[in-house]
């Protein structure tokens, strides 16, 4: 009898761990987090400083609070695009100076190709949930404090 509850206890221990792997997985990795802000407004922003971490973003999350973001980080000032495949969030990206000045805010569409380009040379790219800058009445010309700065 304690072998069949043993062996129980073990089976439901091992599918509970495999849920929360999957769990894990579908939400992808985490990364460093700053606190920037945009006037009054916190933001709690990952941070892709890395090529590969700037591959992977924000692909495969399912949700993200409310006042978090991704903030991409470029070794150079460079005109980027950005698009969204296998991201299912559709989200806000501000194209930024690397003094803090947003150049240019796009919308994108969860999985798709299209890219969303910065219209002048960028430093870094802040991807939000849909439409968040709009309802902060963050425009281009706005700043963002707190950005990483040059290595």
Known sequence: ????????????????????????????PKFPIITLTAG???????????????????MLREKMAPNEGMLFVFQ????????????????SVAFIEGNGKIINIEGMKPETTDSHCSKTL?????????D????????PGNTIEGLPRSQ
């Open 122 to 130: 960028a430093r870094y790219a802040l991807e939000m949930n849909q």
């Open 1 to 28: 009898m304690n072998t069949a509850i043993s062996f129980f206890r073990n089976v439901a221990a091992i599918t509970f761990a495999l849920a929360a792997t999957t769990v894990s997985a579908q939400q992808g």
């Open 40 to 58: 009054i407004h916190v933001i709690k922003a990952e941070v892709a400083a890395t090529e590969a971490e700037r591959q992977q973003g924000l």
């Open 76 to 91: 150079a000032p460079a005109k980027v695009c950005m698009w969204m495949k296998n991201t299912l969030l559709p989200l």
């Open 132 to 139: 968040w800058f709009n309802q902060k009445n963050i425009k």
